[in-house]
């Protein structure tokens, strides 16, 4: 599994730190994360692909604490 150091990106997708219904959520977004980096190669698609993927785990994460 890719590390952190190996991919900058991979630190935004960490949900220890969540309650633990929100942390539910966040995993799944953590795990394809690190399954698109374990994956593909470097490059500025897959860079973009997980600032996407970022965006969606936020929203996802949002959507779950929306009133």
């Not at 690190?34 to 490059?43: C, N």
């Amino acid at each position: 599994m890719a590390t952190p150091a190996q991919e900058p990106l991979l630190q935004y997708f960490e949900y220890n730190h969540l309650r633990e219904d929100l942390q539910e959520t966040s995993k799944v977004f953590h795990d394809l994360a690190h399954k698109l980096v374990d994956e593909l190669p470097r490059s500025p698609e897959r860079t973009v692909a997980l600032r996407k993927l970022l965006e969606a785990k936020d929203c996802a994460v949002r959507a779950k604490i929306y009133p």
